[in-house]
């Protein structure tokens, strides 16, 4: 059934209808639509567009069908263009006349709007949810690691030590940053379309802050024709989503690399790791793999929403249609990868020992012997060579800095004595580290009592 049949005198060719139609992937929305819609009859009720009497059969009819496909009784077939024609046709099938009045003073363009960005909102909830899931998590691994030592890289090289605790810390603010940009993105986008029309508003005396308390918007959108073209609040989630999953895909890169028989400084549990079909010996990161490599399709659907939008003269154009396949992908490859990643990390064993080990054999306290030294009055760029002389003797006897005896530090240079091993020690390196943002204990306990604090709220 067409809601637009009237003024046509042939039947639509069936590769138009196929290519045309929405429905394989806006039924995913359905019960927004049929919320959407149930709002809307209650405000033409009150403002007595329509009587009371159609209303309460409409929402009737309208739950009854949320029921139904809810329960499976109620199937949804290829016939309908999408899924606003298809709750329109089974409502009316089901209580005639009056659901012939449900479309009154809308357009399929702001119901549309008005769906897709119930369904977003619905979306960004639960990611909000899986984002601080994956907070406390991290929260919990820095609470038990403050003094598990290990080495922090630059260009992947070992450059000082830090704790365990430190390195979730770096990526708790990334992914509280993402959540801020989430909680940001529900702000700006929660203003009702619903109203607007095709473009240009409606005739009928429509109350439309009513409808978007109804639905529990911050207010209308002021501008009809924006209303219906707008998929901006799209492009902002769909860039938020590209940063959760660029963050997920740099921590699940340190993951795969901690978790190589070099390395070994975490086993990944087996319940998230998997086999090999013909090698025996192998256990294979796979979901540290799949979740990093899924960050691809993420920047591609914001690649093609931006794209899509670039050339859309005012107001709607059917090209919008292409944004809800993209952006319900990206949002449930998100969403599997915030859980499965924050189950991974959850059920994964961190060697300490193996950590504080490469700390101690990488020169990672290089620079404190170096700031040694100027402690004891020698200029920093002088210091710098003489430590430099220092690892290179390590070098050549295959020993750590820790390792050197005392005489051979002072063939060196004669500033050393005996305290040069606590000053270098790991943990008198990390705990010398006591601003605020630092690895040191201290300053950990005070991040993490702010971080707390911000779970709470
Ligand atoms: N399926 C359409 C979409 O997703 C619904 C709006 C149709 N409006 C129209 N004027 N053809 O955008």
Redesign the pocket.
Known sequence: MKLWGGRFTKETNQLVHNFNA?LSF?QKFYHQDIEGSIAHVTMLAKQGIISEEDRDKIIGGLNGICADLESGTLTITAEH??I?SFVEAVLTERIGDAGKRLHTGR???D??ALDMKLYTRDEIDELTVLVKGLLKELLALMEKNLDTYMPGFTHLQKAQPITLAHHAGAYFEMFDRDYSRLLDIRKRMNYCPLGSG?LAGTTYPLDREYTAKLLGFDGPTLNSMDSVADRDYLIELLSALSTISMHLSRFCEEIIIWNTNEYRFVEIDDSYSTGSSIMPQKKNPDIAELIRGKTGRVYGALISILTTMKGIPLA?N?D??E??ELTFDAIDTVKGCLALFTGMISSMSFRKDIMELSAKNGFTNATDAADYLVNHGVPFRDAHGIVGQLVLFCIEKGIALDDMALEEYKAISPVFEEDIYDAISLKTCVEKRMTIGAPGQEAMKKVIEIYKRKMEE
């Open positions: 929405s806006d263009e999408d606003h357009s399929r363009n119901q549309v095709a709607y059917k919008m249609q944004d809800k």
